[in-house]
């Protein structure tokens, strides 16, 4: 059982070192509210969120003031929209925006579709309404899982996708493309995954649960001053513990929520996101290992054992550690990674390759607004590959910044930061891109 007293040993890292709960996202399943009236069915969706989240952002303000824990985003998921639509899904979209504007949360994810074997009818219609919904919407934000180490790639999809992101792009350019922002393309993607944009209720998942994702970068940065030049056994270990301690945080505010709001207890999120502001930068915890700035040579070995440490710290400490764990790398939500970026230190080359190794993958890009379709599908493929042969969640989440080329800057605000636009590979793929149809799943996908 965890005491309340624990709190006080996490004092010094809420007001020292930006530790928060970045999220309390209430996951809801909404498969019994399907009908061919899309109308209906949109009346159903909004009235079953509302019926079911209309205490949840109250609950996180007061466990925010009882417990001094600062509770940064209160959010829902929903089950992928694609999966109840039996018509047009823009209906849908709209009740879910409004429904999120009541409750007053800040996202509502779920306008999704899993598409990693192929698509039906409704994942087409809502695949090719994203460019709309996610510029007409506040709130909403959408993902589609493209692939997976047991189905391969959807190469189809993923060539879809990256018109959608152009078209999406162009909707928002007065935005520097921000409807992108609220847009995920997975491979394996998870189902009880609490932060945004790519969190959706799995239909493996209960009626609805309380998600929590922890974060606390700037608390693992200052764990490690104190062992500077020490060998890398002990910057795990301190790693280590710094993510129990971190862990527990979240447990103990999830174990809350559920308690107050009579929802199951899903899982702890223990991912170290991070944010614009310094001192709370994943980027700034490999510089404190000894890179000179992230992306120098060791910055993939370095994001490596911070990931896993991570995890180990987290199981340890709570039964149920879930969604994705681990270390971010979004460069325009990072100081650290904007500023590598900046100086060319980061390129968008290397991040493919940490991204091996960290929790999702190619996460708050800004790239040419003039990269082709054709390049955006590449860049996916390739980190969707990723994820497939080593059974990991991958993810792209690009922002081409229409009228910018790289080198100039794109601003998003509060947590979605800003970051230089960067260069993308001038060589064509137009072909490549053009064959569609299925890469298969890897041969270690034949586990039965």
Known sequence: MIETSEILQTMRMIQEENFDIRTITLGINLLDCSDQDV????????????????????TGEDIEQELGIPIVNKRISVTPVSLICQGDPRPIARALDQAAEEMGVNFLGGYSALNQKGMTRADERLIQSIPEVLCTTQRLCSSVNVGSTRAGLNM???????????????????????????????????????????????????????????????VVKRALEQVKGQPFDV??????????????????????????????????????????????????????????????????????????????GGVMASNHVGGLSGAFIPVSEDIGMIEAAAAGALTL????????????????????????????????????????????????????????????????????????????????????????????????????
């Open 39 to 58: 109308e209906k069915c949109a009346q159903r969706v909004y009235d079953k969120v509302c019926r079911t989240a209309d205490r949840l952002v109250k």
């Open 156 to 218: 189809n999809a993923i060539r879809e996708m990256g018109e959608i992101i152009k078209k999406t792009a162009a909707r928002s350019a007065d935005q520097d493309g921000l409807g992108c922002a609220k847009l995920v393309v997975f491979a394996n993607a998870v189902e009880d995954n609490p932060f945004m944009a790519g969190a959706f209720c799995g239909v493996g998942e209960p009626e609805c649960a309380i998600n929590v994702g922890v974060s606390g970068p700037g």
């Open 235 to 312: 910057v795990a270990e301190t790693i280590k513990r710094t993510a129990f301690k971190i862990t527990r945080v979240g447990q103990l505010v999830a174990r809350e929520a559920s308690q107050r709001l009579q929802i199951p207890f899903g899982i702890v999120d223990l991912s170290l996101a991070p944010t614009p502001a310094r001192g709370d930068s994943v980027a700034h915890i490999l510089t404190e290992m000894g890179l000179e700035m992230a992306g120098a040579p060791g910055t993939t070995a370095a994001l490596a054992l911070l990931n896993d440490a991570v995890k180990k």
């Open 349 to 448: 080359e290397k991040l493919e390759a940490m991204t091996c190794v960290c929790s999702v993958g190619l996460d708050m890009i800004a790239i040419p607004g003039d990269t082709s379709a054709a390049a955006i599908s590449g860049i996916i493929a390739d980190e969707a590959a990723i994820g497939m042969v080593n059974n990991k969640t991958t993810a792209v989440r690009v922002i081409p910044a229409v009228g910018k080329k790289a080198g100039d800057r794109v601003e998003f605000g509060g947590l979605l930061g800003f970051a230089p636009v960067m260069p993308v590979n001038h060589w064509g793929n137009e072909d490549f891109i053009a064959r569609g149809g299925r890469i298969p799943a890897p041969l270690h996908s034949l586990r039965n």
